[in-house]
Each structure stands twice: as structure tokens, then as C-alpha cells.
């Protein structure tokens, strides 16, 4: 491997700081070696480091460099001397690259002056401040614990009106602060970026408070994610965009995740060499690279062992087999390395990978929601081909294709909300996670769990609040291996919620006729056309038996609810009795119909959002979807009234013909009503299918 190239220098111009924060990775963490260092770099030394960077820069071809002066707090050195050490720099480095300088502070000897002069020779200013007083006197306070707030939030407001050279905050999270105080606060203070920072940490001392709580960390991040995309979006979050570019495949710009290579060194204030200064978390020396700005040159530094081993580790092959075999191993990188250490070395995924794993699937899942909405108002036609979607015989492929879409959004959020419940979804077997996933009352459970964590209420259709009770999670658990795929009348509890007292379900002793029913009406569906029958098998999890307690007696009644996707809502008695068996097939068609047509909908929507339509038989309005399912439904129950009328048992003769003429006539008036409202491409596509094939089975070899 060849010479790092370096184009990032943070020069340490002060080693001591005016603050004692109880996190900082230079006073509090295993390298005490600020104890004999200089207070500032020397003269000497900057003369020294300004003849290095104009060698390296030419050397090496660079374009643009930067330098950011770093301490201890760098104000201590005075910002005149500051200034006069940025006009040595560009002095020497001259036409050869621009030079980007910039300042890390904690804001409390930021004044007018100074600011003038850093305006004057375009010195960036970058704040570090951890939010409103709450926040902030947590940990950053002086060596006798007296607040830094006031002198902080000062320096903040002389920042905001020097937006030419203000930077950003950077801010060290502390789980206590709700994510909102801090969001809301940077956003009022209209601050140009904030990075939000785990506290440093490793295996040998790890994050404060998560021994306790192992999920404190995990559930602050996402949560904060949720919060900024959700109510902040134009508040510039770099660790949350880095999220986001990673997610894209982009990279991610930051050293906090990702692979990349190393493209900064640190210069200390004795003139020694140093890689990324929060090395210093893992040990004395842990940082220091080879020799010093007297007598060794950018470029040998660049090409040192040492740098050369940190570059490995931000490859694949420098990451530990943990992280090698990780699901999210291409957006995550393994991690901060010096979070990765452990027993004197740092090929170990990270101290914060659990909490590395949630957010990126919780941001990948954020993610594909996003793109699915931006598709939903799109009026792009669907890629593939509409009339074989319609046909369960030519619409394996692409049922395949939309199912696994919503599948793996679903397989996400059961993660998250596992994680979030205090489960490890790595400790479950894949095979056991993917059947709970598709369970159709596990997804109206996390659906739930996710709008209630982001502050919303869920409430059932007689408009009661809905809880959440995260045992219902170690039930669906525990029954994981057992279940049937396509279950019968199942007692749960997250299939009946949603939907008050206004449907009565139907009680065990009832329900086991009713799955003997229905196994007669699936072998009438598989033997009229088994393509239906596995079709509806492979989209649907779940078959519930219900009453409609305001409906009369003898009328059979079903629904399906996209809240609850996959499950099937079927009545199984009249007055007399168990229902005729292809009544049951009927419903489980009619309802499987719907199922298909939302699984389209979510990629591709059919019709405008809040288009309403006079419903030419049910005379009220609806809206234009809901008479677009009911075309789709209707021309593929005309189909199995059709071959009831030919095939069937005699008894239902007469009455698949009354049937099919009030199918005929309710369809009509349904295109002719379709033919005036304003469809999306797809939605205009599929109508026009299903008026002009529906009529017919394709032929298929």
C-alpha cells in the first residue's frame, strides 16, 4: 500500500483548555501525555510546520488543503497569535493549494475582536457546545463544576451574526436530553450545522450508563433520527445526512462509519507527529505516529507502518469477522476505530455496535419508506406488465417482486421495534424472524409501536386510543416455530384490536368448524385454479372468523384492512349455521383480491390522493381506489361465479347465474364511472385491463 495522502491537519496550538468536561478524550480517557506537553506550539514549531505543509502540498500535488487549529481550547494561545499563524500558513503554501483554515472552540474567550480578526483573514469558527443549559452544564462545566451555559450561548449569538466564517456546532450526546431539546434549540438558534457525537468509548471503558441500559443509546439515536427527519429536516444534522448517504451508497464523509482511508495526522504541541487525536482513548502513546516536524517530512509520515495499519483497518479485510459476515457492514465500516478497541488491539467491531446495527436498518428502512411515498405520487407507469399482474397464472415474478418489497420494510420495523423492546434480533434465527415478520398481526403491532414511539396516537375504528404492550411480542415469539403459514381463527390479539366492539370475533369453540370450512373452500379454489389458491397462500398469513354485529343474521360479510396486511376477515355462520363452503371460497377470493391490489398500491397508487367518486351501487361517495378494488375484486369473483355456473354443484346453478347478472350490471356502471376519473397511469393501465381481459383466462402453457 502506498503513502496515505494527507490533506486534513489538525495542529494543536494549545494543550490545555479553561473547561473540564468529564468526557473529553484528552483529559478524562487512558492518555495522560497532555501532563508534558508545551501549553502552546512554539514559534519554532509553527515556522517549522508552515515550510513542511508548502513541501508536502507541492510534493504531492494537493489542490486544497485544511487546518484546523485544535487544543485543549486554542483561545488560550490568543486569537492574535492565531491569525498571525494562519497568514504564515498561506504564506508559505502560496498559489500552490487554497487553504481552508478553520477553529475548533468552546466559545468562552470568543469575542468581537476576535471575531473581526478570523473574519478578516476567513478563519472558519466551529462552536462545541452540547445544547441549552440543561444539556450543556452536564458535563461541560470549569474545574470546580461552575457553569459554562451563559458564556457558550453567548458566543453562539456573536457566531450567528458572522455567518460568513461560522461553521457549526458539535455537540457529545448524553441520553438524558430528550432528542427534541436539542433539535428544537440548535433550530431556533438557526446554527448552519450540528454533528451530533457518541461519547468516546471502547470495550474497556464503555459508554457511560449502558451497563445499566443496554438499550439507552439505541433508542436516543433513532428516536433523534425520527425527530429531525420527521419535524427538522432543514436543520443540517451531518451525523444523520451521513446516515442518509451511507444508506444511498454514497459515502458517508465521516470518520465516525464507513471505509475510507486516512486523510488526516495531528501535530502536537511539542512538534511530534500524531494519527486522529482520539486515539488517545485506547492508551498511552496510542496516537503517536513517527517523529517530528523538526526532522520528518508530511510525506514519511504519510508512508509510516503505523498509518499504514490504521488504513487497513478501514477495509473490509481489516475489519474483524464479525463485522466482515454484518448485514450493514458496507454503510457501517466497522466503526470509529478507536471505538473498536479492545485487549491492546482494534480489529473488534465496535463498542457501539449494537446501537450501529439499529440505526442504519431503522435509517434504511426511514429510507425505502421514503422512496416508496415520492413513488406514490408519481404518474410513471409500473415497469413491468400490468395484464400479467392481474392474472394469478402469469403473476408469480411479479408478486414475488412486490411482496419481498413489503417483506423486507416489515422484517425492519420488527427489528427496530424488537431492539427497541429490549430484544436482540441477531440472537433469533433468520428463519424464525422472517416467519414472524410476515405474521400479520406481528406488522399491525410494530405499525402501531412505531407511530405511538413518535408521538402520535393510534386509535381502533370506534376511535379509542390503542396501546402497546410489548408482551405481545414474546407471545408471537414464542409461538414463532409452530404456526401454521396461512393461520385459522388464531387468538391474536393484534388481528381483533384495531377493531373495537364494532366486529365480534368469532370464540375457539366456534372457530374450529370454521377451519375445517375453510380448508373445504381452499381445495374448491385449488381445484378452479390452483395459480389463485397459492397466490393467496403466499400473500396472506392469517384467515380470522367474525360477526358483524349490525349486520342481519343471514348476510355473509368480509373485509380486509391494509393496517393489518396479509389477513383476511371472513364470516363462517349465518342464523342456520356454518355457511355453504364456496360462500367461503367467495370471500376468501374476494378478500385475497384486495390484498394483491395494496401491494401494488404501495409502489404504485392508482388513483389521486383524495379522489372521492359517487359508487354507481352503493350511492355514496367513495373513494376512487376503493371502486378500483372493487372492479378488481368483482372481475375475478365473475370468473368464479362463472365456473360455478358450469362446474359447480347443481344446487348453486341458478343462483351463480343471479350472481353473475348482478356482477355484469354493477361492473358496467363501475368502468363507465372509472372512464371520467382522474387515474394515475398505472391506476388508467389496470382499468383498462380489467374491462377489456377480465372477462377471459389467458391461455397458458
Known amino acids: 500500500m502506498s503513502g496515505a495522502t494527507i490533506t486534513s491537519f489538525l495542529v494543536k496550538v494549545a494543550s490545555r483548555c479553561n473547561l473540564d468536561c468529564d468526557y473529553c478524550y484528552v483529559y478524562h480517557h487512558a492518555d495522560q501525555g497532555w501532563r508534558k506537553l508545551p501549553r502552546y506550539l512554539s514559534v519554532a514549531h509553527q515556522d517549522a510546520f508552515a515550510d513542511r505543509l508548502a513541501d508536502y502540498a507541492r510534493e504531492a500535488g494537493l489542490s486544497r488543503i485544511a487546518v484546523i487549529f485544535h487544543g485543549g481550547e486554542p483561545l488560550l494561545m490568543g486569537h492574535a497569535q492565531i ?153 443540517a444534522v451531518r451525523t444523520f445526512e451521513a446516515l442518509l448517504d451511507g444508506a444511498a451508497g454514497l459515502s458517508s464523509g465521516t470518520d465516525a462509519f464507513g471505509f475510507g482511508d486516512v486523510s488526516l495526522i495531528t501535530l502536537e504541541t511539542d512538534g511530534t507527529w500524531h494519527d486522529l487525536d482520539v486515539l488517545k482513548v485506547a492508551g498511552e502513546g496510542a496516537s503517536r505516529l513517527m517523529g517530528t516536524v523538526d526532522d520528518t517530512a508530511i510525506a514519511v509520515v504519510a508512508s509510516s507502518p503505523r498509518l499504514a495499519l490504521h488504513r487497513h483497518l478501514l477495509t473490509m479485510d481489516g475489519l474483524s469477522p464479525i463485522c466482515r459476515e454484518c448485514d450493514v457492514v458496507k454503510i457501517c465500516g466497522g466503526g470509529a476505530v478507536p471505538h473498536r478497541f479492545r485487549d491492546g488491539g482494534f480489529s473488534n467491531p465496535t463498542v457501539y455496535c449494537t446501537e450501529m446495527r439499529a440505526i442504519i436498518r431503522h435509517v434504511v428502512r426511514r429510507l425505502n419508506e421514503s422512496l416508496v411515498e415520492s413513488m406514490r405520487g408519481s404518474d410513471e407507469p409500473a415497469s413491468f406488465d400490468i395484464a400479467a399482474f392481474e392474472f394469478a397464472e402469469l403473476s408469480s415474478a411479479i408478486m414475488n417482486e412486490l411482496a419481498k418489497t413489503a417483506f423486507d420494510a416489515d422484517l425492519d420495523g420488527l427489528r427496530h421495534a424488537m431492539t427497541d423492546a429490549g430484544y436482540r434480533p441477531d440472537s433469533f434465527e433468520d428463519d424464525v424472524l422472517e416467519n414472524v415478520a410476515r405474521r400479520a398481526g406481528t406488522i399491525g403491532w410494530q405499525r402501531a409501536r412505531s407511530l405511538i414511539g413518535s408521538g402520535r396516537q393510534v386509535r381502533d375504528v370506534d376511535g379509542n386510543p390503542i396501546d402497546v404492550d410489548d408482551t405481545y411480542l414474546g407471545w408471537v415469539l414464542g409461538r414463532a416455530s409452530d404456526c401454521e403459514r396461512l393461520e385459522l381463527g388464531a387468538a391474536d390479539e393484534w388481528l381483533r384490536k384495531p377493531f373495537g366492539t364494532s366486529i365480534v370475533f368469532e370464540p375457539e369453540e366456534l372457530s374450529a368448524n370454521g377451519r375445517d370450512l375453510v380448508v373445504q373452500a381452499l381445495a374448491i379454489i385449488d381445484e378452479w385454479r390452483p395459480s389463485i389458491g397459492a397466490e393467496l397462500r403466499s400473500i396472506c398469513s392469517a384467515v380470522q372468523f367474525i360477526r358483524d354485529p349490525s349486520a342481519h343474521p343471514d348476510k355473509i360479510v368480509s373485509f380486509s384492512d391494509d393496517s393489518v396486511p396479509g389477513a383476511l376477515f371472513v364470516s363462517i355462520y349465518r342464523s342456520d349455521g356454518l355457511i355453504d363452503a364456496y360462500d367461503l371460497a367467495d370471500s376468501l377470493v374476494h378478500e385475497y383480491r384486495h390484498q394483491k391490489l395494496y401491494l401494488l398500491e404501495r409502489l404504485y397508487p392508482t ?22 378494488h372493487a372492479a378488481f375484486v368483482f372481475v375475478e ?65
Not at 669 to 689: N, Y
Request: hydrophobic share 40%; with cysteine.
Open 83 to 235: 491569525v498571525d499563524l494562519a497568514v504564515r500558513l498561506r504564506s508559505a503554501v502560496g498559489e500552490v493549494a487554497q487553504l481552508d483554515i478553520g477553529l475548533q472552540t468552546n466559545g468562552l474567550l470568543l469575542t468581537d475582536d476576535a471575531l473581526d480578526a478570523f473574519e478578516a483573514e476567513n478563519i472558519g469558527v466551529s462552536l462545541s457546545m452540547d445544547g441549552p443549559r440543561e444539556a450543556q452544564d452536564l458535563h461541560r462545566t470549569s474545574r470546580k463544576g461552575r457553569s459554562s451555559f451563559n458564556r457558550a450561548l453567548a458566543a453562539l449569538e456573536r457566531l450567528k451574526q458572522r455567518p460568513k466564517i461560522f461553521a457549526g456546532v458539535i455537540a457529545v450526546i448524553d441520553p438524558a436530553v430528550c432528542p427534541s431539546t436539542l433539535l428544537d434549540f440548535f433550530d431556533r438558534h438557526a446554527v448552519p450545522k450540528i454533528d451530533f457525537l457518541l461519547p468516546d468509548a471502547h470495550h474497556g471503558t464503555l459508554p457511560p450508563g449502558r451497563a445499566t441500559d443496554p438499550g439507552l443509546y439505541e433508542r436516543w439515536l433513532i428516536r433523534a433520527f425520527d425527530m429531525w427527519l420527521d419535524h427538522y429536516p432543514q436543520l
Open 607 to 628: 388513483s389521486r390522493p383524495g379522489a372521492l367518486v359517487a359508487s354507481p351501487w352503493r350511492e355514496d361517495l367513495r373513494p376512487v381506489s376503493g371502486l378500483i
Open 637 to 701: 369473483l365473475r370468473r368464479f361465479w362463472r365456473h360455478i355456473r358450469d362446474a359447480g354443484p347443481e344446487r348453486l346453478h341458478n343462483r351463480a347465474i343471479a350472481q353473475l347478472e348482478d356482477t355484469e350490471r354493477n361492473l358496467g356502471e363501475a368502468f363507465e364511472t372509472l372512464r371520467s376519473c382522474d387515474l394515475t397511469r398505472v391506476g388508467r393501465s389496470l382499468v383498462d385491463i380489467l374491462e377489456s381481459s377480465g372477462r377471459q383466462l389467458p391461455l397458458v402453457a
